[in-house]
């Protein structure tokens, strides 16, 4: 709403790459085994899933081929009744 007409000064933005941290970051924790073998049991989990869900619907993603072109369903209920 009101703005100053101040200046303000940014020399801190210019001057901000002479104060660099010499701290290195701590090293990231090692996984452990079962962690790393939790890790592969759901991957392995997700990919059986994959492949199950394939072969699965393969039949239904099948073309339709020369048999079912002369294949013609019949009504199993009677006419005139």
């Known amino acids: 709403m009101f703005r100053r007409r101040e200046p303000v000064p940014f020399a801190f933005v210019a001057e901000a790459e002479r104060y660099r941290s010499n701290v290195t970051p701590p090293a990231p924790d090692r996984a ?3 962690e790393i073998a939790g ?3 759901v991957g392995l ?5 994959l492949v199950g869900a394939l ?7 099948q073309t339709a081929g020369p048999q079912s072109a002369h294949h013609t369903q019949q009504s ?3 006419d005139g009744r």
Request: net charge positive; no cysteine.
């Open 32 to 34: 452990s085994r079962s």
């Open 45 to 49: 989990t997700v990919a059986a899933g």
């Open 76 to 78: 199993e209920a009677k």
């Open 39 to 41: 890790r592969a049991l």
């Open 55 to 61: 072969l699965f619907g393969w039949p239904a993603l």
